[in-house]
């Protein structure tokens, strides 16, 4: 499996906060970003870093470094994506962002996309997916998809709780795709949510029931 379970103290600490059921909406919001900081922290650890001349303190030339290639896109999936977003901007400021927004076809049951604004040059970038629940996969595997068809081949998906359907569906369609978690739950219930799992994320982040 291609998945990598974060297990910093801080990040276990603040997962277990999240899934109180009394957690508020400011404090579910501010615990996202916190943990969407840290967690970016870990998920970017093997960014590759190349020399890089700088003008030093005294008039001397000093070997510097520099993250190598471009600057990576970071891509929230609507709507509860959002709610990682600042935390990780917090640490990659220069990120440019790539939006995703997908909705269920009645029909067919697969997610369709109805809003994709990505930036440019996503066949140079490396891609940072962010969704803070994995549950079935559906989502996860359509953006990774539409990514995948603009040429992107560095992508990563960090999400907070991940359930072993979806990780089993994301890593079948895109085995090259490493999900970074701070836990991996139990299973779905017959509402697709994960169990224990933290609830439904996008209105706890947002207010909405
Ligand atoms: N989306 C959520 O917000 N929560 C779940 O448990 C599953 C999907």
């Known amino acids: 499996m291609n998945i990598q379970i974060i297990t910093h103290p801080l990040v276990r600490h603040k ?9 508020s909406t400011g404090k579910f919001r501010t615990l996202t970003k916190e943990l969407s ?21 005294d008039g ?14 970071i891509v929230p999936i609507l709507r509860a994506g959002l ?10 400021p220069t990120a440019k962002i790539s939006v995703v927004g997908l909705q269920r076809d009645e029909e067919t049951l697969q997610p369709v996309p109805y809003f994709e604004k990505l930036v440019d040059n996503m066949d140079l970038r490396p891609a940072l997916i962010i969704d803070p629940m994995l549950a079935t996969g559906g989502s996860m595997v359509a953006t990774i998809d539409m990514l995948k068809q603009k040429g992107c081949r560095n992508i990563k998906a960090l999400v907070l709780v991940a359930a072993p359907e979806g ?11 490493t999900i970074y978690t701070a836990a991996l739950d139990s299973h779905l219930n017959e509402n697709g949510y994960i169990i224990p799992g933290l609830g439904d994320a996008g209105d706890k982040i947002f207010g909405t029931k």
Request: glycine share 8%.
């Open 167 to 177: 990780v089993k569906l994301v890593n079948e369609a895109h085995p090259d795709v």
């Open 83 to 92: 709610g990682m977003l600042d935390g990780v901007l917090d640490l990659i």
């Open 37 to 57: 900081r840290l967690m970016a922290y870990e998920a970017t650890r093997d960014f590759e870093i190349e020399p890089h001349e700088i003008d030093g303190w």
């Open 60 to 73: 001397s030339k000093i070997q510097g470094e520099r993250i190598k290639g471009k600057t990576l896109t």
């Open 15 to 23: 997962l277990s906060l999240m899934r109180e059921a009394d957690c």
